[in-house]
């Protein structure tokens, strides 16, 4: 049968001269729904979909002309439609005020028609599963009834309720109350005529309306507009919109992966995610085309038939041949582009080059994704055959395919750890999440973890397991009320040592472990490279921000190797980095703050070649310790000289030379679950601290400080607690535990102790000294220069009141004087201390007394 | 005799039969692959598929079976087409179904229309792979394969073997020599083993140069590699399993050839008529030309059947997979070629000695080099590369360029980069994604593995890279390093690991990084590097080659194990070691020579370490880091 409201199919058009006038606002009648004829309510036939058979390939060709012989009866009782659409030329709306518009998105042509299952003539396709019912209508090649799709879907609009629905996703709704009718009411205050649609709450709602929806969306949609608009205007019916709502369903659980899509999912209702690489402009595509006979004036509009106008050979009314001619300006437009969206790095199997799908996107949500965007796409996927070429009578066998899309969900605006909540929740399967849950249980998991990282690297367990807290990060906390602003939650590690203790493989593997990891050598990057520049689009001439390592590695990782060879302007971006986790910019008129909040895990190689115990931290990479300072863990990679040590590395190395890769696999956890580990807990664990953590957090402080208050220095500074807590943090959070407990604050404090012991050792008192990575400089140290420059000053005065001393005369007299070696530097260093007294000036080889 | 057989020449008769008993149910295209896999089974009948390297495009018979050798290149989207369809004849209604794979227009005769909207109609999937030739294959991998199958060739193809003679001369540059311009100017070095004529050399070379001038007026950049390459390009439809091939694989695939012109018009009517349908009168004009470029240019294969290859070195029966390695035919083969396999190590130990200009120890290395091969990855780090760095290389002279000619005899697939700062800044190493055209451009460093790239650095001088130049020198030394190329998609990286041999020649140690340097020293400096060179190759003869490189590819292939015992002794050698010298002997060492000592047993045949491997190979690395060490010695005498 059909339907004459929903758009008779083009071959009538060409035919029948009545029905033209009546397709140009073929969606009034769905809206002005209030004189429906009574419909039996049945519910659709189930089971079989008619259309099965060929469902495969079912679209647009099916409701071409050749397929169906035009026997059906327009004016059969049964024909499901509105009087309205019967007359001729009402192009007025259903609904005052508020005119219809196309969704170009759904095909450029709704040839739905319903069939009756009882009516033989055109059963050939349809399946009567149900016989002992009475009338029974469907759209033609489907299971859906129109009248009972559309009851279904307003009843699921005015009773979903979410039961899983989290605050945060939905600002200002109330949660106890329908959801999509606090939308509608949403859409009459803000006038913005879409309606979104979860299909997950649909399929949680009715299993059925969701297959029929994911089946036959350019059926069922319509349908759904027609509810939507029906409850809206009975509810708000002097609501006048820009046009008639319009339903959008996203994140249909169809498909997920470009990869997945195959012939199956044709005109079938898919989501799946990607990244736009390229849009076109804007294309106006004809919707209507408008002829004018030139002999009788007599005018008449055709759709548009998948991109093809079917010009009107003869006019209907006065019978001349080729007459009729396009008036362009009375024909319609929309407005259509079509952009490439390529699978998401993280769906690709390694190996393989990346897929790409087109997309056709419509009206209004032409130019709402940019080149670089991460994106959901909803929409119906198509096969078009490609064209018949009239001179030549063979075609080409391939079917060019595309994405009519009906729903952005933009997944860059609120990524958290590569991929969006939504996804995120997808990502682990129920039974996954168990198995990483029943991980999370066993004792040694900790351990566990960090054997299971970079096994190929032997031993180095604590560096490991430093690297794992980092990995997992602290809980993120918001001060920004008390001004403070956010408190950093990531964890930096420097790793220093002598070069080949595989520090760049651990940088490697930390890199290839996390999704959103950027690796950069601090000999080849510049300031640029790391933060952002600004360049000129050369095709738009527009100021394009192109971003560095650092702002891609937002939420991740950033690893720096040879992290001593980075220039000084370069490495001076990291301060803000590394403390406030933003990035600021003021280049080319754009200034902006971009948020930055990585973790760093940098290689530093020292300034000899070979690490000198002889000397500090500091002394050995040469780098400032106000950088340094931001490092919660500084770690040294040593080579160390024991029997015992050799002798396992050796046979770690041997095996690795001979056993096959399946063998060395079965040993130690698989990277995939461990990375799955460390996404769950990071997005789903937010440990807080306990009281009892607490207090052993400030006792382990007092503590710090106390070591260095007995010798009279400062041994610790609130950066070391924050640390403290972060790793403590971090430490619960690899248990899975919402709570921060003594055991993580005992661990945290060993770990830091251990990277401390490591790094902050005074090389020549053997003491923890903090001072070294605070101020660059061990107490010691600073008050042995004191001791000198009072040495040297006594030794002055000592020699009465002569104006002007030597240079060199003074400090071969201080060597002599003195009972330690005192160079040149350390010589220099004192006079330059006394300078600053005003005790003495310097110039050139005297030294004049003031 | 297969010789004239329908499946060679007319396939599609073959499957037309198939199809036609089976029509009802789909397995039919079981039946297909099944029918042809027998065909290929019987002895020898691969040779008598013309192969796509060999025969130019032009003179193999449109729909008929060929063979092709190549890698992919890169991989397009997944195309839908009628796997099945069905004509109508409007005149009396009389409807036939047809069958839509292996074909690229999905035909009807001329009183026929296909009907869309058919129930039979079955829409199916296909892959399309872009592929090219080997990159770098060597002159006598072509030659070879090129004899093997010739000689039997000529009558299942429509053109006459005296024609075919003709054409042959005419066309072999197109197709079958991408390192012709590389011999012109290397003289008569490609001709040792009297396997091309020089007069031919001149003739093809000549007529080269015309040929490409008129054929195409935009050239349409074919994609390879490396600069310099020719050679057909191929799309390459897949039906099946398509996601067990990668990019960068080396494949054989055998299948129809499809070169109709009609793809080309068809694809020209597009363009001219683009004015109603919107999704062509977009800017996709690019990605239409690359992705479906003129047939005669880039022929197209329907693949029934396509096989990874682990090596292509025709001297080697091909072992395509694991489970065919077992066959006894292969078993055979090594076990021969194990017997005599010392005098050949011998004998190739003296043709590198000679080479190395008497360098016994570099020439060791250099075997050790040539037979490394990735076995394994641990996490991130990969096992069994040896990138050796070949010190003391005499700075612009043509050594290194001999050198490079000698391995290129030895191995199937090499390439010579010259690290110059010009061709630093100026090449294209790292293939990137050019969404205008959709396609990933390719560059130097997209190679096939097991190929051996020869970086000489010799030519190195001092200058400024620009940021290509760094992006490049990084490139190759995480290519070094780490066995992968991070392919450029614009938006992000993409890791593709590699398994490829670096030999790096320098004057001093290399700016890159390598397993282990070893500084050559000269034992004979010959006054006419020219001529000492030639005549070395022209010494060897063809047989004794050919031995070199069964040699050199079939000791990639052999597995190896270490017992316990002997993990043992290392063990205890180690700590022994480091006892007495904890400053020199480092884990690193342990790696290295623990790598010696496999590719040391490697090449003598033997697939467990033995001690007295593992002391020869200790005693080696002793030898090459004094060397070393005197070297420094050397230099700082100097400064």
């Known amino acids: ?850 | 005799m297969p010789c004239v057989a329908d499946w060679l020449n007319n396939p599609f008769s073959i499957v037309q039969g198939i199809f036609a008993q089976n029509v009802p149910n789909s397995d039919w295209e079981k039946k297909v692959t099944e029918y042809f896999k027998e065909k290929l089974k019987e002895n020898n009948a691969t040779n008598w598929v013309p192969s796509l390297n060999d025969v130019p495009v032009h003179y193999l018979k449109p729909n008929s079976l060929v063979k092709f050798r190549c890698m992919v290149q890169d991989m397009f989207d997944p195309e839908f087409y009628m796997g099945v369809y069905e004509t109508v004849d409007p005149n009396t209604n009389a409807r036939v179904l047809h069958f839509g794979k292996y074909r690229d227009v999905a035909e009807c005769g001329p009183q026929q229309e296909i009907d869309l909207n058919s129930s039979q109609t079955v829409t199916s999937e296909r892959q399309t792979f872009y592929c090219v030739p080997v990159p770098g294959e060597s002159a006598w991998v072509k030659e070879i394969s090129f004899f093997a199958s010739q000689a039997r060739v000529s009558p299942s193809t429509s053109y006459t073997p005296s024609r075919h003679k003709r054409s042959y001369e005419e066309d072999e540059d197109m197709d079958l020599h991408p390192s012709k311009q590389k011999e012109q100017h290397m003289g008569s070095g490609g001709d040792t083993h009297g396997c091309v004529e020089p007069k031919r050399l001149e003739t093809e070379a000549s007529a080269g140069h015309h040929l490409i001038s008129p054929n195409c007026s935009p050239p349409l950049d074919l994609n390879f590699p490396l600069p310099g390459e020719k050679g057909p390009a191929c799309l390459v439809k897949v039906y099946e399993s398509w996601d067990s091939f990668k990019v960068n694989d080396v494949l054989e695939v055998y299948g129809i050839l499809s070169v109709d012109p009609v793809l080309s018009i068809v694809n020209n009517e597009e363009r001219d008529s683009s004015t109603l349908d919107p999704m062509e009168c977009m800017d996709m004009a690019e990605e239409q030309r690359v992705h479906s470029p003129p047939a005669s240019l880039v022929p197209r294969i329907h693949v029934i059947l396509a096989q990874k290859l682990q090596h292509i070195n025709p001297l080697l029966p091909a072992c395509l997979n694991e489970e065919e390695s077992k066959t006894c035919e292969y078993l055979s083969f090594v076990s021969n070629f194990m017997s005599e396999l010392s005098p050949v190590r011998a004998e190739l130990l003296g043709f590198l000695t000679h080479a190395l200009l008497g360098d016994g120890l570099a020439a060791e290395y250099l075997i050790l080099h040539l037979i490394s091969t990735v076995y394994a990855r641990r996490d991130v780090l990969p096992l069994g590369k040896f990138t050796v760095n070949l010190s003391g290389c005499p700075r612009n002279s043509i050594f290194t360029e001999h050198i490079y000619r000698i391995i290129q005899q030895l191995v199937p697939a090499s390439y010579r980069l010259q690290m110059t700062i010009e061709n630093m800044n100026h090449s294209r190493f790292i293939p990137h994604k050019d969404y205008t055209a959709n396609r990933l451009v390719s560059g130097v460093l997209q190679l096939a593995s097991n190929t051996s790239l020869v970086v000489d650095e010799t030519q190195l001088e001092q200058g400024q890279l620009d940021t290509t130049g760094v992006h490049n020198v990084t490139a190759l030394g995480n290519l070094i390093t780490w066995q992968k190329v991070d392919y450029d998609f614009n938006y992000h990286q993409m890791e593709f690991p590699c398994n490829i041999n670096v030999l790096i020649t320098s004057e001093g140690r290399s700016l890159l990084p390598s397993d282990c340097q070893i500084h050559l020293q000269p034992q004979i400096i010959p006054p006419n590097m020219e001529e000492y060179m030639n005549s070395l190759l022209t010494a060897v003869l063809p047989s004794v080659l050919n031995k070199f490189r069964i040699y050199l590819s079939l000791l990639r292939l052999l597995d190896y194990s270490i017992s316990d015992e002997v993990t043992k002794a290392v063990e205890e050698d180690f700590v022994e070691m480091r006892k007495n010298d904890p400053e020199s002997i480092t884990a690193d060492d342990l790696h290295r020579t623990l790598l010696v000592a496999r590719f040391l047993s490697l090449s003598a045949g033997q697939t467990t370490l033995s001690r007295e491997r593992w002391l020869r190979a200790k005693q080696l690395e002793a030898l090459r880091k004094a060397r070393l060490q005197q070297q420094k010695c050397v230099n700082g005498n100097e400064l």
């Open chain 1, 1 to 850: 049968r059909l339907k004459a409201g929903s758009g008779p199919a083009l071959c009538l058009a060409a035919q029948d001269a009545r029905s033209p006038p009546s397709q140009k606002r073929r969606t009034d009648d769905s809206a002005s729904t209030g004189d429906l004829q009574p419909m039996p309510t049945s519910p659709p036939a189930d089971g079989q979909s008619p259309g099965a058979p060929d469902a495969l390939f079912s679209s647009p060709p099916q409701f071409r002309q050749s397929a169906i012989p035009l026997d059906f009866d327009i004016s059969s009782p049964l024909t499901y439609g509105t009087p309205s659409s019967r007359v001729e030329g009402t192009p007025r709306s259903g609904v005052r005020g508020t005119p219809v518009r196309q969704r170009p998105d759904l095909g450029s042509v709704r040839k739905a028609r319903q069939v009756d299952l009882h009516s033989d003539g055109l059963a050939e396709d349809v399946v009567a599963t149900d016989q002992s019912l009475g009338q029974k209508l469907v759209i033609w090649g489907t299971d859906v009834n129109v009248a009972s799709c559309k009851e279904k879907f307003q009843r699921f609009l005015q009773r979903f309720i979410d039961p899983l629905a989290k605050e945060d996703e939905d600002i200002g709704l109330d949660l106890n109350e329908p959801r999509y009718m606090q939308r509608l009411e949403e859409i009459n205050m803000v006038g913005e005529p879409f309606l979104n649609v979860n299909c997950d709450h649909l399929r949680s709602f009715d299993e059925n309306l969701y297959r029929q929806l994911i089946c036959y969306p350019q059926e069922v949609i319509p349908t759904f507009d027609m509810a939507a608009n029906e409850i809206f205007f009975d509810r708000y019916p002097d609501s006048i919109l820009e046009h008639q709502i319009q339903v959008r369903p996203y994140n249909a659980l169809k498909t997920r992966n470009m990869r997945s899509l195959n012939p199956e999912d044709i005109d079938q209702l898919i989501t799946i995610s990607g990244m736009v690489i390229r849009s076109s402009q804007l294309i106006p595509e004809m919707q209507e085309a408008f002829f004018k006979c030139q002999v009788c004036a007599f005018t008449t509009r055709v759709e548009i038939d998948r991109g093809r106008i079917a010009e009107p050979s003869v006019c209907k009314n006065c019978n001349t041949t080729h007459s009729m001619a396009l008036i362009h300006n009375r024909s319609m437009f929309s407005d259509k582009q079509m952009i490439k969206l390529q699978e998401s790095p993280e769906d690709m199997p390694a190996g393989q080059t990346p897929y790409t799908v087109a997309l056709f996107a419509h009206n209004d949500l032409v130019d709402k994704v940019q080149p670089g965007d991460r994106v959901n796409v909803t929409g119906i996927y198509r096969a078009v055959p490609i064209r018949v070429n009239p001179r030549v009578s063979s075609v080409k066998s391939v079917y060019k395919t595309h994405i009519d899309v009906i729903h952005y969900r933009k997944t860059d605006s609120k990524r958290l750890h590569g991929v969006d909540e939504e996804t995120e929740q997808k990502m682990f399967t129920e039974e996954r999440v168990e198995i990483l849950k029943e991980l999370s249980k066993k004792i040694d998991i900790y351990e566990r973890l960090s054997s299971a990282l970079a096994p190929s690297i032997y031993e180095h367990e604590d560096i490991k397991k430093g690297i794992l807290l980092q990995l997992f990060g602290g809980s993120r906390k918001d001060f920004s009320h008390t001004g403070r602003g956010n408190f950093r939650a990531e964890i930096n590690i420097l790793l220093c040592g002598d070069p080949g203790t595989s520090k760049s493989q651990l940088l490697q593997y930390v890199y290839n472990l996390v999704p959103r990891g950027q690796y950069t050598s601090g000999k080849g990057s510049s300031a640029v490279g790391l933060t952002a520049y600004v360049m000129k689009d050369p095709e738009t001439r527009q100021l394009v921000l192109q971003t560095g390592a650092l702002v891609l590695s937002d939420n991740g990782i950033c690893c720096i190797d040879e992290f001593d060879k980075m220039n000084e302007s370069t490495r001076s971006v990291l301060h803000e980095v590394m403390e406030q986790q933003t990035l600021s910019i003021a280049k080319a008129g754009i200034i902006c703050q971009l948020n930055a909040r990585t973790s760093i895990l940098a290689a530093a190689n020292p300034i000899e070649s070979q690490w000198n115990p002889k000397k500090t931290t500091i002394e050995n990479i040469q780098l400032p310790h106000t950088l340094l300072s931001r490092f919660d863990l500084i770690f040294l990679m040593l080579d160390p000289r024991d029997e015992a040590y050799d002798r396992r590395l050796a046979r770690h190395l041997v095996s690795l030379y001979y056993r096959s890769e399946e063998k060395m696999e079965e040993e130690y956890m698989d990277m995939a679950v461990l990375r799955d580990y460390i996404a769950y807990a990071r997005s789903y664990v937010n440990p807080r601290l306990s009281e009892e953590a607490s207090q052993a957090l400030i006792e382990a402080y007092v503590d710090m400080r106390k070591i260095g208050s007995g010798r009279g220095m400062v041994s610790a500074y609130p950066r070391q607690l924050e640390s403290l807590i972060r790793l403590a943090e971090a430490h619960a959070k690899v248990r899975f535990s919402e709570k921060v407990e003594t055991i993580d604050v005992e661990e945290a404090k060993r770990l830091h102790r251990e990277a401390l012991k490591q790094s902050a050792t005074d090389p020549r008192t053997g003491i923890v000294d903090i001072s070294i990575l605070t101020t660059g400089m061990s107490a010691t140290a600073r008050k042995r220069k004191e001791e000198l420059a009072q040495a040297l000053r006594k030794l002055i005065q000592s020699k009465g009141k002569t104006p002007a001393l030597k240079y060199q005369q003074l400090f071969d007299d201080l060597r002599a004087q003195s009972d330690t070696a005192v160079t040149k530097e350390m010589f220099e260093e004192a006079l330059r201390a006394l300078a600053d007294d005003d005790f003495l000036t310097v110039t050139g080889k005297t030294v004049r007394l003031l």
